[in-house]
């Protein structure tokens, strides 16, 4: 490896109290607590969706979250809004993007699909991409669609139904759920429901700019309670897809009642310009003022992600975001998890998608999956088919494999902290079954050398985060894939990094 430029530093012995104890965070990411990741039902990696190839990709790239594609819609639901629930005969409306679009919906065959192993996010609304509730009677009604809906699947013995097998809810609907669905929820419950996806959902009209605040709020307030009402172990998320600035009138409206467990924010943008600590203390602090106590609250990005390629613009087709290269987009896959989870992100799901393909046009969405879908379907303006960097269907990223070694390194870990983050480097640091793993790059675009203090180990495993080459097609094997060496240590370990992380692991 070339060095441009040789800086050495001792870095702080972080203190463990038995083995376990994170310690401070220090730096400019300080002042974010260690998260235990045990308190959180597991996995902090997940997609949005998960689901390609059956769940295939999922399992072997080690996630175990999916925030499903599909949203539960009252509108879909219950079309004349008057409680006649079909759950198994649901109506969607055609989307103007996409020909053919539209018709029957089956939730009870959709829920029941993901694999026992795959702890899911369900979003649920009573419109989708705007909408208004005619009186309070509607508001009623859309309050018992929640109860129905998360009774039917947290997996008891209730499905909710009043009538006699087939019918559920009204005489000669036949919408009881099968035994075949309700040993598939019984096996895999569905335990986390996020309202909406925008805080804008809940609003149509010139006076949306504002009324929406307030609307949203109401439906939020109104989802929980009855989420709450059906299920009492469930966690209810609130809209992540929106601007910062758009969420402190609505914490303002819901006036520090209950009416979530789990703040949810999206962040894309290119590759290594991540740093979502500002966003983050604006919500917090937002949160507060609105009368919250963060301690009650879990904080996680349901979508995150960056790109390859070079998309067009998503809202008026021209230019877009900069080319990336595959290795941009691995380099980044571990930053933005790890520097996310040292200030307090419990989860994060890489979005859109483990394949590609989202269906906007070939705007940023279209390429931030980790497997190419060899431009089929091709888009409906053609811009796929002009796409020179689709390797072809299935052939997998370079992100692919750093995101898997990124989980099997780290999944199973109980806190992270952050050691230094300055203008040069980072150091993290998360302690896994007693032992310590540090995660470690340069920030400054030069390859420095650092002296890492792993006094207390005897012997460290090191991993280079992304294979060395310029694609995924190049990997032969994974378990070949990466620069991996073991050593013994004493107080110090000298390390030559760059933009690509490194993980040190003690053994």
């Not at 390609?52 to 639901?77: N, P």
């Not at 949810?264 to 500002?278: I, M, V």
């Not at 906007?360 to 091709?378: A, I, K, M, R």
């Not at 303006?381 to 370079?398: S, T």
């Amino acid at each position: 490896m070339v060095r441009t430029t040789r800086w050495v530093f001792l870095l702080a012995l972080l203190v463990i109290s038995q083995g376990c104890s994170s310690g401070e965070s220090g730096g400019a990411g300080g002042g974010a607590p260690a998260v235990d990741y045990r308190t959180i039902e597991g996995s902090p990696f997940g997609f949005h969706p998960g689901g390609a190839d059956d769940y295939f990709y999922l399992q072997e790239l080690g996630a175990s979250w999916s925030r499903e594609a599909t949203y539960v819609i009252w509108d879909w639901v219950d079309v004349d809004r008057d409680g006649g629930f079909l759950f198994r005969n649901a109506t969607t409306p055609p989307h103007p993007d996409h020909p053919g679009s539209g018709g029957p919906l089956d939730y009870d065959a959709y829920w029941s699909r993901p694999p026992a192993w795959v702890n899911l996010v369900a979003n649920l609304c009573p419109f989708r991409r705007g909408g208004e509730f005619a009186d309070e009677a509607e508001r009623d009604v859309y309050r018992e669609f929640v109860r129905k809906l998360v009774e039917r699947y947290d997996g008891d013995d209730n499905t909710g139904c009043s009538q006699a097998f087939p019918d559920c809810y009204e005489v000669g609907d036949q919408d009881a759920p099968t035994a075949e669905t309700a040993a598939a929820l019984a096996a895999r419950p569905i335990k986390h429901w996020q309202v909406c996806n925008q805080v804008t959902d809940a609003c149509n009209g010139p006076d949306c700019p504002d009324t929406s605040a307030a609307k949203f709020a109401a439906v939020q307030l109104a989802s929980y309670d009855a989420v709450k009402e059906a299920d009492a172990e469930a966690f209810v998320l609130i809209a992540g897809d929106s601007a910062r600035d758009l969420y402190p009138p609505v914490f303002e409206a819901m006036g520090g009642q209950p009416g979530m467990d789990i703040v949810d924010f999206h962040r894309f943008g290119t590759a290594d310009t991540f740093d979502p600590e500002e966003d983050l203390v604006y919500l917090r602090s937002s949160l507060e003022d609105g009368g919250y106590d963060l301690d009650s609250l879990q904080f996680w990005f349901t979508e995150t992600g960056t790109y390859t390629g070079d998309p067009v613009d998503d809202i008026n087709q021209q230019e877009g975001p900069p080319f990336q290269f595959e290795r941009d987009q691995a380099v980044d896959i571990t930053k933005r998890h790890v520097t996310a989870m040292a200030l307090g992100v419990q989860k994060l799901f890489w979005a859109w998608g483990i394949m590609e393909g989202f269906g906007c046009s070939c705007c940023l969405f279209d390429y931030t999956g980790l497997v190419y879908d060899g431009n089929e379907p091709p888009e409906a303006n053609g811009c796929d088919q002009a796409d020179p960097y689709d390797l072809g269907a299935g052939v997998k990223k370079l992100g692919y494999f750093a995101y898997r070694l990124m989980v099997e390194t780290l999944d199973g870990a109980t806190g992270v902290a952050t050691i230094e983050h300055n203008d040069a480097y980072r150091i993290y640091q998360y302690i896994k079954a007693g032992k310590r793993i540090w995660v470690v790059w340069a920030s400054g675009g030069e390859t420095i050398e650092i002296v890492l203090d792993t006094r207390g180990a005897t012997t460290v495993r090191v991993t280079k985060g992304v294979p060395d080459t310029s694609a995924g097609q190049g990997v032969s094997s994974y378990s070949t894939a990466f620069d991996r060496w073991q050593e013994p240590v004493d107080d110090e370990l000298p390390l030559m990094v760059g933009a690509v992380p490194w993980f040190v692991e003690e053994l």
